[in-house]
């Protein structure tokens, strides 16, 4: 019955944007139009709720990759496939009748926002944040210095990374930042390769850390231990990394236990975990398993760097600098302030993790470049009718994919408000993908289409079934354009 239903729905949308087999159109010429810029997460979620909740609306969504999902390919850990299972979901969206994926599309660029606003009746920004927040700090364009962003792109495949090639040969890492992507780049740099190899972690990457001579990971953070910013999961998970162990400084945790009662309940079991680790006494067992480690990690505490100092060539990083903070403040509010002590560190990679931001599209689209988002009321982008974001180009960059989940169904509620209020004037005949279809041809643009995207998708499962892994994934474009047009 499945397969039925999905070759009618093909076969819909073949006749909707072809006239072929004399069938009459799914959605007449006059329904609603909707464009969403990005095949992420937002994207895909803002998608999902609109033909959901809309019998009539058309939804079209433009990727500058020619592959979908964003960061759930690009940003998720590969030891982390239960968070891509969000993927099947996804896919349901990009099968329906209603709905179409147009990748090897680059807004902006190919195509602008004014000429998808004469297309559609409405534009959704879903294009995430693909910036990378700067130090700020004297030594940080040295080799060896990354930020996050592009060392997860780097083991993720994402391809503007795949020449990222991380020099792993010191044995002290530091990575700025104490969120879960900083504990999703310490452990993939701790994990052991038989653990990683049953992933679909990229195989340069793999065979990188594989020779890799890192054993120490320090992650650090300006503030205090009730300040962390990682989740429970991620904290258990590296306690539990094998062949690793925990070295904390228990003087961080000083009167710590004593404000336990007075946090809410997700606060209080982060803490107690991290009291556990860091100063308590471990069982036998545990003891024993530490013992045997080779590789540690630790969490250091009111810290903030001042200088990634130079090798003697002047060339790399060999260590860096921090000033040791107090906190000031009560409660949620505490904020960090400098005692004029500083700490040298010695170490050879230093991985930033101090968030991504977004970037400005199109000149025509209202941009906040000191929030890093596009200003909105709701999803509503502000002084300008049909035009809607939703995600992290909304909000910024923070939360898990639930998060921008709910974000993005609220953008999509917001829409469709506008649309039965006459807010959003839906009544005109736009041209939607055809008329985006005739632009980007005369430009020499060949987007991908979702069935195209399945070509790739089943090409790189092959590879990594060769080596025991769900995929392999392609990390040159033009590879990924011949497999889809083969």
């Not at 650090?220 to 094998?242: S, Y």
């Not at 505490?301 to 001042?306: A, E, G, K, S, V």
Request: proline share 5%.
């Amino acid at each position: 019955m499945l397969k039925l239903f999905l070759t009618s729905a093909r076969c819909v949308r073949i006749t909707r944007f072809h006239g072929v087999c004399g069938l009459a159109t799914s959605t007449p010429a006059s329904s609603p139009k909707v464009c969403i810029v990005g095949g992420g997460p937002a994207g895909f979620y803002t998608a999902q709720h609109l033909v959901k909740t809309r019998t009539d609306v058309q939804v079209d969504i433009y990727e500058r990759l020619p592959v979908p999902f964003g960061l759930v390919r690009f940003g998720v850990a590969p030891d982390h496939p239960e968070v891509k299972n969000v993927i099947n979901t996804f896919t349901q969206t990009a099968q329906h009748a209603r709905c179409s994926f147009h990748g090897n599309v680059t807004v902006g660029k190919d195509v602008t926002v004014e000429e998808l606003q004469e297309a559609y009746h409405a534009v959704v920004l879903s294009y995430g944040a693909e910036g990378n927040r700067t130090m700020g700090v004297p030594g940080e364009d040295l080799a060896g210095v990354y930020s996050a962003k592009d060392f997860v792109g780097w083991y993720n495949g994402l391809p503007r990374n795949r020449e990222l090639r991380p020099d792993l040969s010191c044995e002290t890492a530091v990575i700025l930042g104490q969120g879960n992507v900083a504990l999703d780049v310490a452990r993939i740099l701790l994990s052991p390769v038989d653990i990683l190899k049953k992933t679909d972690i990229t195989q340069h990457a793999l065979d990188s850390l594989a020779e890799s001579s890192v054993r120490r990971v320090l992650i650090v953070g300006r503030r205090g231990p009730l300040q962390v910013a990682c989740t429970i999961k991620e904290l258990r998970e590296m306690l539990n990394l094998p062949g690793t162990r925990p070295e904390m400084e228990a003087s961080e945790f000083e009167g710590i236990a004593e404000t336990l009662k007075a946090l809410a309940r997700p606060r209080k079991r982060l803490t107690e975990l991290l009291l556990k680790a860091a100063v308590e006494t471990p069982g036998e067992e545990e003891l024993e398993r530490r013992n045997r480690a080779e590789r540690a990690w630790g969490f250091r505490f009111l810290r903030r760097p001042l200088e990634v100092l130079p090798s003697t060539d002047l060339i790399r990083a060999a260590g860096i600098r921090l000033a040791v903070n107090r906190l000031e403040g009560d409660g949620e509010g505490v904020w960090a302030v400098a005692t004029g002590e500083v700490e040298d560190v010695e170490c050879g990679l230093v991985i930033s993790s101090i968030g991504y931001k977004s970037l400005p599209i199109d000149p025509a689209v209202p941009f906040d470049a000191r929030k890093a988002i596009i200003p909105n009321t709701m999803g509503r982008v502000q002084q300008t009718a049909g035009l809607y974001c939703s995600g992290w180009v909304k909000r910024g960059p923070t939360g898990v994919i639930a998060t921008t989940m709910n974000d993005s169904f609220d953008t999509a509620r917001t829409l469709l408000q506008d649309m039965d209020k006459g807010t959003l004037d839906v009544s005109t005949i736009k041209p939607g993908s055809q008329g985006v279809s005739v632009l980007l041809e005369k430009r020499g643009v060949k987007p991908v289409s979702f069935s195209d995207w399945e070509k790739i998708n089943s090409e790189e499962t092959r590879r990594g079934e060769t080596r025991g892994k769900p995929r392999e994934k392609m990390l040159d474009v033009g590879e990924m354009l011949q497999v889809a047009r083969a």
